[in-house]
């Protein structure tokens, strides 16, 4: 099983900053099966980015995503005040998904 | 657009059974791989099982709920459904499906539109 581990555990920064999420895996897998997910309390996690570095639909362009290997990173350039949420990366390459911890992004 | 909505959940004894279900709407659900993952409260998310396309040839199970839960999809009705049986305290959480991106889970991201169902195993 791929075990992702997310870093840090939560960001305290203020809306207009940029936001450097972190997501380690166990082992080497290819960057084409690694998404994002964002979510808020009560709501579903709504799909950010996939393939590492491809956004989903609607998805603003102050999210992109980048990473090969056992490191990837979610990047905000200018936080929103929607953006204040909690963050999950995935591995899809094998039968059995793994979710990161999350990572929450908050208001500071 | 893609729509899921999710019901059959509910507060179950520990022990006892509940049959999710996940109604979709908005694509050829017959075509995409389909999936659950769970989110206990206050935690983080797990995933549960996954089923390929059509036939539902390829089913894959979470080693934590393995021989407790069966997956299935009615392709007729656009549905898919979960069996949960022996159910313990710790399968306390918000149940959400998920539409994969392509035919087979294995390399299918997924979107996950609905609201969840909520299960709730207490005595």
């Known amino acids: 099983e791929i075990v992702l581990t997310q870093s840090p555990g939560t960001l305290s920064l203020s809306p207009g900053e940029r936001a450097t999420l972190s997501c380690r895996a166990s082992?080497?897998?290819?960057?084409?099966?690694l998404a994002w997910y964002q979510q808020k309390p009560g709501q579903s996690p709504r799909l950010l980015i996939y393939?590492?570095?491809t956004r989903a639909a609607d998805i603003p362009d102050r999210f992109s995503g980048s990473g090969s290997g056992t490191d990837f990173t979610l990047t905000i350039s200018r936080l929103e005040p929607e953006d204040f949420a909690v963050y999950f990366c995935q591995q899809y390459g094998t039968s059995a998904l793994t979710f990161g911890g999350g990572t929450k992004v908050e208001i500071k | 657009d893609v729509q899921l909505l999710e019901s059959g959940g509910g507060l179950v004894q520990p022990g006892g059974s509940l049959r999710l279900s996940c109604a979709a709407s908005g694509f050829t659900f017959n075509n995409y791989a389909m999936t659950w993952v769970r989110q206990a409260p206050g935690k983080g998310l797990e995933w549960v099982a996954s089923i390929s396309e059509r036939s539902g040839s390829s089913i894959y199970y979470a080693d934590s709920m393995r021989g407790r839960i069966t997956l299935s999809r009615d392709n007729s009705k656009n549905t898919l459904f979960l069996q949960m049986t022996s159910l313990r305290g710790e399968d306390t959480a918000t149940y959400y499906c998920g539409k994969g991106s392509s035919a087979f889970p294995r390399g299918s991201h997924f979107d996950f539109r609905g609201q969840g169902t909520l299960v709730t195993v207490s005595s």
């Open positions: 082992q080497i897998f290819s960057s084409a099966y």
């Open positions: 393939g590492a570095s």
